[in-house]
């Protein structure tokens, strides 16, 4: 159960920043690891070169993320990125024993291939969710709220990725408050967009 959980906070994360949950597992594993123990068949996660390759990437995407329309070009580009980093860290949370991949045929016999699909499923609608809010966002704001909307969902990844580890229990309310705040900022910049496309006249009276 807590083992689903972290999973599914991980996934969750990586479907607002790929390469913040990838990176917390890799050194969550490397300099923690009565922490965090992956399986032997995810220890690549915690190499140095990958360590080193998601940090390059996570501060790639960071500033992309932060730049009005390149931040929806970013969304559009990560959205096989996203899915699939989220498999690999649920996939990578669980205990259990992991087949190599040169092996597929044993890799789905044995159902293996089932938390990573979870995995990318959480992640994909995260991703989607983000990539529907942004743009109402954007316009209801002329993109004043993109850098402000990135970094909240950075530090966002950031402490759900680390509650899943360190806190699964946690990982539910997490989710649910990352679901409010999804839908009230959506419902925001739906409710000024309306306004703003409103006639001048109904705005403000006739005459």
Same mark, same amino acid.
């Given at each position: +159960?807590?083992?689903?959980?972290t999973?599914?906070?991980?996934?969750?994360?990586?479907g +607002?920043?790929?390469?913040?949950?990838?990176?917390v597992?890799g050194?969550?594993d /490397?300099?923690?690891?009565?922490?965090?123990?992956?399986?032997?068949?995810?220890?690549w996660?915690?190499?140095?070169?990958?360590?080193?390759i998601?940090?390059?990437?996570? =501060?790639? $995407?960071?500033v992309?993320?932060?730049?009005?329309?390149?931040?929806?070009?970013?969304?559009v580009? &990560?959205?096989?990125? /996203?899915?699939?980093?989220?498999?690999?860290?649920?996939g990578?949370?669980?205990?259990?024993?992991?087949?190599?991949?040169?092996?597929p045929? $044993?890799?789905? #016999?044995?159902? &293996?291939?089932?938390?990573?699909? =979870?995995?990318?499923?959480?992640?994909?609608?995260?991703?989607?969710?983000?990539?529907?809010?942004?743009?109402? @966002?954007?316009?209801?704001? #002329?993109? @004043?709220? @993109?850098?402000?909307?990135?970094?909240? $969902?950075?530090v966002s990844a950031?402490?759900?990725?680390?509650?899943?580890?360190?806190?699964?229990?946690?990982v539910?309310?997490?989710?649910?408050?990352?679901?409010?705040?999804?839908?009230?900022?959506?419902?925001?910049a739906?409710r000024?967009?309306?306004?703003?496309? /409103?006639?001048?006249?109904?705005?403000?009276?006739?005459?």
């Open positions: +159960m807590l083992e689903a959980l999973g599914a906070g991980l996934a969750a994360a990586a +607002m920043n790929a390469y913040i949950p990838l990176l597992v050194l969550a /490397r300099l923690f690891p009565g922490l965090l123990a992956l399986p032997e068949g995810w220890a996660l915690s190499s140095w070169w990958v360590i080193g998601v940090a390059v990437l996570l =501060v790639v $995407e960071v992309a993320d932060k730049v009005p329309a390149v931040d929806s070009l970013n969304d580009l &990560q959205s096989l990125v /996203r899915p699939a980093a989220g498999g690999l860290v649920f990578s949370s669980s205990t259990a024993s992991t087949v190599a991949v040169t092996d045929a $044993e890799f789905f #016999a044995s159902n &293996q291939w089932v938390p990573i699909l =979870v995995g990318a499923a959480i992640a994909l609608a995260v991703h989607v969710g983000k990539t529907a809010v942004r743009p109402a @966002a954007n316009v209801a704001t #002329a993109g @004043a709220a @993109a850098p402000v909307i990135s970094t909240v $969902e950075d950031i402490g759900l990725s680390l509650l899943a580890i360190v806190a699964p229990i946690l539910v309310l997490g989710l649910l408050l990352l679901w409010l705040f999804g839908w009230s900022l959506w419902r925001s739906r000024r967009r309306n306004a703003d496309l /409103r006639p001048a006249t109904d705005r403000h009276g006739a005459g």
